[in-house]
């Protein structure tokens, strides 16, 4: 047992996973449905075509962007439910160890607003593009 890690208990420190996780998910609406409409609307369909074809998986995230959306929507649910949860918890006595975990905090909520802005951003222009363009 390491000399500090009595000071915490039972309780587990913050991670920065799940807004990593997150992002990631949120990142898939992306390559789903923000990079065709904006290469598209700006004229630069070729480059999609050539896309496409150099990565056909793309196709994938597009055939089924129900359920990317769906899995994107449930990991930023989750994710901000647990660092909702873990808002509060303490952390540890030492001043340096303490200031890490502050600054570990604020990086994952704003990773995570970032993240959930990236999937407003993909909704914005899967669901309701049609009517910016």
Do not use: H
């Given at each position: ?10 309780v587990?420190?913050v991670?920065?996973?799940?807004a990593?996780?997150?992002?990631f ?13 904006l290469l598209?609307s700006?004229g ?5 075509a050539g896309?496409i074809?150099t990565v ?7 055939k ?6 769906s899995g994107?929507g ?6 901000g439910w647990?660092q ?5 918890l303490p952390c540890p006595?030492d001043?340096a160890?303490a ?10 909520w704003?990773l995570w607003?970032?993240?959930v802005?990236?999937f407003m951003?993909?909704?914005g ?5 049609i009517?910016?363009?």
């Open positions: 047992m390491a000399p500090n890690d009595d000071a915490l208990g039972d587990k420190p991670s920065l996973w799940p990593t996780l997150s992002l998910a949120s990142t898939s609406t992306l390559i789903c449905c923000v990079l065709p409409a598209v700006v630069l369909g070729a480059v999609m896309l074809e056909p998986a793309i196709t994938w995230f597009g089924n962007k129900t359920w990317v959306f994107a449930i990991i930023l649910a989750l994710s647990l909702w949860r873990a808002r509060n006595t001043p160890q200031k890490a975990c502050q600054r570990l905090r604020r990086l994952s704003r607003i970032f993240a802005s990236l951003l993909g909704t222009f899967t669901y309701f593009g009517y910016f363009i």
